[in-house]
């Protein structure tokens, strides 16, 4: 009796050490990252361009002008794991810039919360130079994208509004981003994409990603650099849907179809930074 007893007595003991790492873990994770302190980028109109909108970021709230959220959980139909918030843990303004921040907790049901933050029914655009200055976040399993959808989505869904994704990257590709559009024929696996490798971790640094988007095409860049570019022609006798006005998302998914699982070494709380966004048109 009295062995029978140390052991139930060595079990509690290991449970309740448990409970405490765990705990501590769950507040660890929970703890937010300093975010880097960097000087304001300075707007450069291209020639031939006029700079019609922007937001650089730069005061103490997010601009309820120019951005509203997607809220909740569900998978967002990629299988992604995150439930999206309005909370300032999750999308907040600090040292001159939006911090999207995936963290690992319990909420509602899921186990991460991000944010999902859109200029629809604000700020909408046909046509133009959108371009943003960003640093996407490290880690297997996260999913940061700057795209855009066609302002009729809520008429029509989705593919047939059009989607331009100016710019998608997965953790368990550190050197890889893309640059991909879908529509009506040519959706999810189908969708027009170009793969644009580096020879660097892209985590590591910001980065400038834009399009350049008229009546007949659209040209992605990175850095300046145009490295794709569709036309009307590619996609045959299939609908364009591209000309029209769009609305640009931002948003930190975590998990899903694309990205995969989340990797045991990736690190919470997970932030991705938004310098600026700001739209040109000739």
Known sequence: MRTLLSHFSLLALVIISLGVISTAFAQEQSTPEPTPVIEPT???????????WHDEF??????????????????WGN????????????ARLENGMLVIEARQEQYRGSYYTSARLKTQGLQEFQYGRVEARLKVPAGRGLWPAFWMLGSNFEEVGWPDCGEIDIMEYIGREPDLIL??????????????SKWNRQDYDIADDFHTYAIEWDEDQITWFYDGVAYSTYTRSDIGDREWVFDQPFFIILNLAVGGTLPGPVGLDTVFPAQYLVDYV???QK
Request: hydrophobic share 35%; glycine share 18%; aromatic share 12%.
């Open 42 to 52: 300075a707007i450069v109109v291209p020639e031939g361009w006029n700079l019609i």
């Open 58 to 75: 730069d005061g103490d709230t997010i601009d309820t002008a120019n951005w509203t959220y997607d809220l909740g959980a569900g998978g």
């Open 79 to 90: 299988g992604e794991a995150e439930h999206y918030t309005d909370r300032p843990e999750n």
């Open 179 to 192: 640059g991909t559009f879908h529509g009506p024929g040519f959706a999810g696996a189908l969708g027009l």
């Open 278 to 280: 700001r739209v040109f």
